[in-house]
Every structure is written in structure tokens, then in C-alpha cells.
């Protein structure tokens, strides 16, 4: 299940850069995108929105959407405090 996620996580940073040489532009990811890449349900995205541990989405019409970079910023914080490097914050 960790190597999908990867999978998924390398394929999308790989059109995100792709898009990102020809223009300024990132490749917005969808609630399940965000769950499949963070391997959690869609009502725990909610959840880590909520607790603001996950950047609130942006609005796109009516869809909300994820910028690549604050799934990113997610994943290397939650590495941080595994590795001991930052204190969790109440």
C-alpha cells in the first residue's frame, strides 16, 4: 500500500514539475488524491484540516482542491517529528 502511494505521490510531483517548467502553474490534487498519497481515509484529510495539521484546501468553482507543495510540507513535517527534530505543538 506504501509503495502505491509513492507511486502515486512520484506521479503526480513528476506533472507537477512537468507543468511547473512550462509555467508557474501546480497541479492541483483532489480530497482523494490527498488521502491515497497520505494512505488515510477522506474523512481523516477532514480531520487533519480541521486540527489544522493539513493547509485548508483552495475553492476552484465549486471544488476544493490541494496545492502538491502543502501535502508536501505535511509529509515532511510529520517526518520531522518522527525523526525527534521538531516538538508537536498542542
Do not use: C, H
Request: net charge positive; no cysteine.
Amino acid at each position: 500500500m506504501e509503495a502505491k502511494a509513492n507511486n502515486i505521490w512520484e506521479e503526480e510531483q513528476e506533472k507537477s514539475n512537468a507543468a511547473a517548467n512550462q509555467s508557474q502553474f501546480q497541479r492541483l490534487l483532489s480530497i482523494g488524491q490527498v488521502a491515497e498519497i497520505l494512505t488515510v481515509s477522506v474523512r481523516t484529510v477532514w480531520r487533519l484540516v480541521a486540527a489544522q495539521a493539513l493547509q485548508k484546501p483552495v475553492l476552484v468553482g465549486a471544488s476544493r482542491r490541494w496545492l502538491p507543495s502543502d501535502v508536501q510540507n505535511y509529509i515532511e513535517k510529520i517526518r520531522k517529528q518522527r525523526d525527534g527534530k521538531i516538538r508537536r505543538q498542542p
